[in-house]
């Protein structure tokens, strides 16, 4: 994979909520975290932008409980077609993603299509799965036509290399160089990217309605998450830490109450 370096700063969308809300006196209520006065119990309140993330009802991450989880026959399999596909690496300091320049594929939701636009990364993973953390999940960003979400969520435990990661370690390095200002995203352009490894068809999911796991919150985003789990070397996991700020090392939001949503599961298996 080139990783010609035509790394350049450019202003986060951060900082244009900044502008937003500088005359609030809430200079600097944008920059959220993972932890102390900026973490995950206080987004709600650092920008009323942000106040779905303390009142909402439909929040995300979720722990995946066996006994939460109903079987849905009605549940399609999830075809995945994307092809390869120009792209950018971004560290925006809370996570590092990679964001398509052109159309890579759609995903059909009951009827309904969704284009892959960004994937990006977080350490640990975000959803549980009957109380268990995972050491990694990647969340693959689809937008519908009316602005709404479908977002596919894969589990990694630390293991052997994952092959995607791999293709970008050149650039993910250079993410570590690079001395952006807090507020500014790092970019670089990876070039064509295979999309292959994110292509397998999957037998199993779980599916829920919830939100945006980073501020706003926005309860937008219809989940699947993958039932297979895949692998992550420590040395990736590392390259993934090393560029963000320092208190988005580890980026899992807590998981949230259900509050009576239910959780469907497609499993292939058992659809015989
Ligand atoms: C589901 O299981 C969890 C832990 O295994 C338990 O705490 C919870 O009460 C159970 N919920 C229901 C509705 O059975
Ligand atoms: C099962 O899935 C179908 C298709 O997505 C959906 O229309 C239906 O409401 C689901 N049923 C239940 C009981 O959740
Ligand atoms: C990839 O996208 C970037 C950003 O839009 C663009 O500058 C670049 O020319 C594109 N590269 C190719 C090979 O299309
Ligand atoms: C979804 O995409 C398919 C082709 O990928 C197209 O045939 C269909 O019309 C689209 N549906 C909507 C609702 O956009
Ligand atoms: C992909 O989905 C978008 C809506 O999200 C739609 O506008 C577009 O026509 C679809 N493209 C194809 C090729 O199906
Ligand atoms: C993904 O799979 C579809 C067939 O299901 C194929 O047409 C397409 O070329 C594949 N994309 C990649 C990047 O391998």
């Avoid at 937008?143 to 994952?162: N, P, T, Y």
Wanted: glycine residues 8%; hydrophobic residues 35%; aromatic residues 8%.
């Amino acid at each position: 994979m080139a990783t010609a370096r035509i790394c350049f700063c450019i202003f986060a969308l951060s900082l244009l909520l900044a502008i937003a809300s500088a005359y609030d006196g809430h200079d600097h209520a944008f920059e959220f975290g993972y932890s102390g006065s900026h973490g995950p119990d206080k987004w709600g309140n650092l920008d009323p932008a942000f106040s779905a993330c303390a009142s909402g009802k439909k929040q995300s991450p979720i722990n995946i409980q066996k006994n939460m989880t109903s079987l849905n026959k009605s549940l399609k399999p999830i075809v995945r077609n994307y092809k390869p596909a120009n792209a950018t690496l971004i560290n925006n300091g809370f996570n590092i993603g990679v964001r398509f320049e052109e159309y890579v594929g759609n995903i059909s939701i009951d009827n309904k299509n969704y284009s892959l636009k960004q994937m990006h990364w977080h350490l640990p993973s975000e959803h549980h799965i009957h109380g268990e953390q995972f050491a990694a999940e990647l969340h693959l960003v689809h937008k519908g036509g009316d602005g709404s979400l479908a977002v596919i969520a894969i589990l990694f435990k630390e293991e052997g290399a994952d092959p995607l990661v791999s293709k970008m370690e050149g650039g993910l390095k250079e993410l570590a160089k690079d001395k952006c200002k807090a507020d500014e995203d790092s970019v670089i352009a990876l070039g064509t990217l295979d999309t292959k490894q994110l292509n397998k068809s999957s037998r199993k999911y779980y599916r829920y309605v919830g939100s945006l796991t980073t501020p706003p919150c926005s309860e937008t985003v219809t989940w699947t998450i993958l039932g297979k789990v895949r692998s992550i070397s420590k040395e990736q996991i590392a390259l993934l830490q090393t560029p963000v700020k320092a208190d988005c090392k580890k980026n899992a939001r807590p998981c949230q109450p259900l509050n009576g949503r239910k959780i469907e599961l497609y499993d292939e298996a058992k659809d015989a």
